[in-house]
């Protein structure tokens, strides 16, 4: 690497470090001034609430990973176009595509920090977060979809209960049915089922099992009976930010085992996986889209250049949180979802650098 190449990307690095270094502080003052009344009315013990803010940073500077990236990439660009660097750059015999080798080097380093900390390091944080919010923040408010649950749990077996409370353990209208060679054998109904853990058995009040013959229907009744299922409480009901707790490859593994389930929050569980492979891909775009955009010495100066960013990642997050809820909401592709914004904003990169050279 030339004398250039290191200039860049040393400005790269250190102002992406000090910017989150920057914004990190102020997202955890503003969060601590939201939630110090619930966080002093909880019973938390201090371990738990300094653990809880180290979770909250590496939630945080994750969540807002490209935009930290991108402002810092127009911050700095700002300053050489101002400064005329950039005019002595290009007129020194160096191309524009030459000129934004640096910025590409910086952003494959960036985006491989970004792919560990999704992969292992956010995980973790966003497990730790999202367990002190719901204990101590969220008390009244359900960490689980436990409403109309429907699930497959195993290739012969299908469940339903309306409604279960994970805490007591206790569901209400169950129904199992059992089939073979896709036809129903027989079907088990009760009006509640709870389970017990010192037995590790399943309680069914008003039990109902109908088996299907060839010529006739054999119908049992019971006012209890205590039997064994094949699922735990704990598979029958994930919290809703499962997904988000888990690394690459517990994650793979997880949906997996929804979608055999038959799971209503797939989507949602998708959404989250290819997240971990968009986001890097986002650093180089969105580093391009910087440079294209601040590397024009403006008359209003580095303020315009900032303005203009700004609203660039405006419309970017938009389009992230948009697509994001429809793919949680509706049957629409979790992966179009994802990669639709980088395909638009890559579009739009492409363009931008292309006047950029001119």
Not at 31 to 40: D, N, S, T, V
Not at 73 to 85: G, H
Not at 179 to 199: G, M, Q, R
Not at 300 to 319: E, P, Q, R, T, Y
């Amino acid at each position: 690497m030339k004398i250039l190449d290191w200039y860049i990307l040393k400005r790269y690095l250190l102002t992406f470090t000090m910017m989150i270094l920057l914004f990190i502080p102020i997202g955890i003052t503003v969060h601590l001034a939201e939630k110090i009344g619930k966080i002093l009315d909880s019973e938390a013990t201090m371990p738990e609430i300094l653990q809880y803010f180290l979770d909250f940073t590496i939630y945080f500077a994750h969540l807002l990973f490209p935009l930290f990236l991108f402002l810092s990439v127009i911050w700095f660009t700002s300053k050489l176009a101002n400064n005329t660097e950039i005019v002595a750059f290009l007129s020194s015999g160096v191309s524009f595509t030459r000129f934004l080798r640096p910025y590409i080097i910086g952003a494959t380093i960036v985006a491989m920090f970004s792919l560990l900390l999704g992969m292992y390091l956010a995980p973790r944080a966003s497990k730790g977060f999202n367990d002190f919010t719901y204990k101590h923040l969220k008390k009244h408010k359900k960490a689980v979809d436990n409403t109309n649950v429907f699930r497959q749990i195993n290739d012969n077996e299908i469940i339903y209960v309306s409604s279960f409370n994970v805490n007591k353990n206790y569901g209400s209208n169950f129904t199992l049915e059992h089939f073979e060679d896709n036809k129903l054998k027989y079907k088990i109904s009760a009006t509640t089922i709870t389970y017990i853990p010192e037995d590790t058995i399943y309680r069914l009040n008003k039990y109902t099992k109908r088996e299907i013959l060839e010529y006739k229907d054999i119908i049992t009744t019971q006012s209890v009976k205590d039997t064994l299922f094949d699922f735990k409480v704990d598979d029958l009901i994930p919290v809703i930010y499962a997904a988000e707790t888990k690394d690459y490859g517990d994650l793979r593994r997880f949906i997996a085992k929804e979608e055999a389930k038959g799971s209503a929050h797939v989507g949602r569980f998708k959404l989250v996986l290819y997240r971990k492979w968009s986001l890097p891909v986002s650093v180089f775009i969105l580093t391009v889209i910087g440079l294209a955009v601040s590397s024009i010495k403006r008359r209003g100066g580095m303020g315009v250049n900032l303005a203009l960013g700004i609203c660039i990642a405006m419309v970017f997050v938009f389009f992230d949180k948009v697509f994001g809820v429809m793919a949680e909401q509706s049957d629409f592709p979790p992966l179009v979802a994802v990669w639709f914004p980088n395909v638009i904003f890559g579009i739009l990169a492409i363009y931008l650098l292309y006047n950029a050279k001119r």
